[in-house]
């Protein structure tokens, strides 16, 4: 290998150590790969809750459901959502492209007429999953 080679790889290699130690020690999760992946870093209290974004819907049939919040099913991932979820109590219309993704990818399920974003709430006790309740974020009765 010629010298000007091992000094671009040994430059390079420094350069990519220099981000990891940047941001492990002042990162954030918009650094990553660079900066560490803590979303998921964090213990809950014996005595804590979980919080999980789900959405509920009613369809044409009368039924409620629980739908994925997929792009296989509504057009949008969890995270997405969750992201931007004071965007959607601002604009409850724009959970309407769930609706209309969901008719267009799953026709053979029926159509959903109200969704609604619920955060479920399970408080623990010593651990244990205690009581679960769902605390409605925003609804939309789809077109």
Do not use: C, N
């Amino acid at each position: 290998m010629r010298k000007a080679g091992e000094v671009v790889r040994l430059a390079a290699a420094g350069a990519v150590l220099a981000a990891l130690g940047y941001g492990t020690v002042y990162g954030t999760d918009d650094l990553f790969p660079f900066g560490p992946m803590v979303q998921y870093a964090f213990s809950i209290p014996p005595d804590g809750e979980i919080k999980s974004l789900i959405l509920l819907a009613e369809t044409a049939k009368g039924t409620t459901v629980e739908v994925p919040i997929e792009p296989y099913y509504v057009g949008v991932r969890r995270a997405e959502v969750e992201g931007q979820l004071g965007r959607y109590v601002r604009e409850p219309a724009l959970m309407q492209h769930m609706a209309d993704t969901h008719a267009r990818l799953r026709p053979q399920d029926p159509r959903l007429t109200r969704l609604r974003l619920v955060t479920r709430v399970i408080k623990l006790k010593d651990r244990r999953p205690d009581r679960t309740y769902d605390v409605e974020r925003v609804s939309w009765t789809a077109r």
